[in-house]
Structures are given as structure tokens and as C-alpha cells.
């Protein structure tokens, strides 16, 4: 086995990915405070062809310099949006036909592993602060909310890891026979 080479990968230009089919999912931060994470967030939703990120309240905005640091150029072809309140970008996603999901620990959440996107349905995925996760009044406008299983000591993931792992749900063969509507290779 041999490691592929850059070139070899086949990558997209930023032009080329603008102008590709994105997933049908926007990804909603909602008080992010750390820099790395946002970054890491963009080249999560570059790698799964996000449709934008939404960053809302504190969440840095690029091109803040530790945001393009762990982002490696993924702020330049992700499309992005701020929003002073997280209601407001919520508000927004749903009058626009999106339903939304709060990624979150609390009561009546469903575990991710029973969750399959619907085809044809665009969702809005809500992340929250490392320390408080989504906001309760967030959660409250939410259609569903989703818990990421865990199994160790801590029940706490890295909102970057939280939001990869989610992406690699929403695009991913699910194997119930129900097509998710991410774009083929």
C-alpha cells in the first residue's frame, strides 16, 4: 500500500467547489468561543460539502488568524454567514424550509445512530459552546435533537469533533435502503 501523493488526490478548486452540488445541510455555531474549533469546523464542512456555516454570538468570524490556521483554506470555499443571535440565523433556516437539529445531551434526545436524514429534506445543524453546549432557548426552536453516543467517563466530545462526526451521519450510505441526498463522487 502506498500513500497518495497531493496530487493524486483529486482535489477541487475553491472555484470548482463553489460552483459544486452541496449537501443538503447548514451547519449552525452557536457561541463557539474557541478560534481552532470554528477553523476545524470549516474543513470538516469543506470535506463534506457543507452548503455554508452559520456562526452566531461570539463565534469568531474569519479571517480571524487561528480560525484560517486549522481551517488550511477551507473559509475561502465554504460559504459563511454571521448572525448576532442564533434566533435570528434559526429564524432564517426555517423560513427557508430547513429543519433544524440541536446536536445536544438532554431529555427526549434521540441517539444519533437511529438518526436517518430524510431525502429531499435540507437540515440546519446546531452546535453549542464547549462549556455550555446549545443554548436552551436554541434547543427550544429545534425540530429534533440528536445525542452523540458515548460510552467512557466523560460524555464530552470537542464541538469539532462533535460537528465531523455528525457531517460523516448526514452524508454517509445508511444502510436501511434510504438515500441521503449528498452529492456522489
Known amino acids: 500500500m502506498r500513500k497518495l501523493l497531493n496530487r493524486e488526490l483529486g482535489r477541487m478548486s475553491v472555484e470548482q467547489f463553489r460552483k459544486s452540488e452541496k449537501s443538503p445541510f447548514v451547519i449552525v ?10 477553523g476545524s469546523v470549516f474543513r470538516s464542512a469543506d470535506a463534506f460539502l457543507a ?8 463565534t469568531g468570524v474569519p479571517p480571524h488568524p487561528q480560525i484560517r490556521k486549522t481551517a488550511l483554506g ?21 423560513s427557508a424550509g430547513y429543519k433544524i437539529i ?5 431529555e427526549g434526545a434521540s441517539s444519533l445512530r437511529d438518526f436517518i436524514p430524510e431525502k429531499d ?3 440546519a445543524v446546531v452546535f453549542g459552546h ?8 436554541v434547543l427550544d426552536e429545534c425540530d429534533h435533537v440528536v445525542e452523540i453516543p458515548q ?16 457531517m ?12 441521503c441526498n449528498a452529492p456522489t463522487e
Not at 455555531?29 to 470554528?38: I, Y
Not at 440541536?102 to 438532554?106: R, S
Request: net charge neutral.
Open 102 to 106: 440541536g446536536i445536544e445531551q438532554a
Open 121 to 123: 429534506t435540507k437540515y
Open 74 to 94: 477551507a473559509t475561502e470555499s465554504v460559504a459563511w454567514k454571521y448572525f448576532k443571535k442564533t434566533a435570528e440565523a434559526i429564524t432564517e433556516l426555517k
Open 151 to 166: 460510552f467512557g467517563t466523560k460524555h464530552s466530545l470537542n464541538i469539532a469533533v462533535s460537528a465531523g462526526i455528525v
Open 51 to 58: 452548503e455554508s456555516i452559520y456562526l452566531c454570538g461570539i
Open 130 to 137: 464547549e462549556v455550555n453546549g446549545v443554548d436552551q432557548g
Open 168 to 179: 460523516w451521519e448526514m452524508v454517509k450510505p445508511h444502510p436501511k435502503g434510504i438515500a
Open 29 to 38: 455555531l452557536d457561541n463557539v468561543r474557541s478560534m481552532s474549533n470554528v
